[in-house]
């Protein structure tokens, strides 16, 4: 018998994916990876928000803690030296200090009289020794004889004070936004006590930026930052008012509002897409004012 042979094919199975599955997993990674996608704008959103607040927050405590501190030690608002309502602007026509050469007004600012824009502050030089910190006179209010000045102004012993002037001025790099700057003027200049601090800050600090609000000055535009506590009538003893009473001796603290818009830019950087706006208040009040006698003092020798 012949020989039968057989052939067997063996039938193969071609590997891979159909294009509908590659079109299926394709679509699926897509809509994974705009979900994901979405979630980290969203988180990188939160957090500048959050940080550009805190930052803001922290800026804008900052410089209300360093006010207040001053309003504390503050024997008078305005200028001691001034009479009835030139008390409010510094210097005043009866500072022997300036006399009628008041100190230079810095650039960009208006003149230096108390207002919702403006606060002038007055903080006693006191006596520091570097060569003994026992010493009993450390820390006491130095006064100032009456014929220091070569003048008859004022008549009798004053106090010796340094000027702290606070005042609110355009961003000329950021508009519609405003900013918080300060200057010291130094009491009068002692060579009885060489190692009294000067402190002298003539060129204007900036202490904060980014201030929009509140608005309540005159012009509509620049912030009202401070306002003043002072007795208003019988039935109403202390009140809280921009405008500052004509009598800057009533005056008995001072308010503190600031509104900021923070985004997080330096001052020439960023886009500004995380703006976040806050508002922060706060109230100091004189320790003293300028119709307490001082007792404890230190006269200058003759």
Not at 231 to 239: E, G, V
């Amino acid at each position: 018998m012949g020989s039968v042979k057989t052939r067997v094919t063996a039938k193969r199975r071609a590997s891979g994916m159909s294009l509908v599955e590659v079109l299926l997993s394709a679509a699926i990674l897509t809509i994974s990876m705009a979900v994901l996608s979405e979630l980290a704008v969203l988180i990188i959103a939160a957090v500048m928000n959050t940080t550009n607040k805190v930052t803001g927050m922290e800026a804008a405590r900052a410089a209300m803690n360093r006010i207040s501190s001053d309003v504390r030690q503050a024997r008078t608002i305005g200028d001691f030296y001034g009479v009835a309502a030139t008390k409010l602007s510094f210097p005043s026509t009866t500072n022997p200090q300036y006399g009628t050469t008041p100190p230079p007004l810095p650039a960009g600012w208006q003149p230096m009289k108390v207002s919702g824009t403006v606060l002038v502050l007055q903080i006693p030089v006191t006596y520091e020794d570097p060569d003994d910190n026992k010493n009993p006179a450390n820390g006491l209010p130095i006064m100032l004889p009456k014929d220091h000045f070569g003048t008859n102004l004022p008549p009798v012993n004053t106090e010796n004070l340094d000027t702290v002037v606070y005042e609110v001025v355009p961003d000329q790099e950021r508009l519609g936004e405003y900013m918080l700057q300060f200057v010291r003027y130094p009491g009068a200049q002692l060579s009885q006590l060489p190692s009294v601090s000067t402190r002298s800050v003539t060129t204007p600090q900036t202490i904060l930026k980014g201030l929009v609000g509140p608005i309540a000055d005159k012009d509509g535009l620049t912030p009202s930052v401070f306002s003043y506590l002072a007795p208003q009538n019988a039935a109403l003893p202390y009140a809280k008012t921009s405008n500052p009473p004509t009598d800057a001796e009533l005056i008995r603290g001072v308010g503190i509002d600031l509104e900021i818009k923070n985004t997080g830019r330096s001052a020439t950087e960023g886009d500004g897409r995380f703006s976040q706006h806050l508002g922060i208040h706060t109230e100091a009040f004189l320790r003293t004012n300028a119709s307490i006698t001082v007792r404890n003092t230190l006269v200058l020798p003759p």
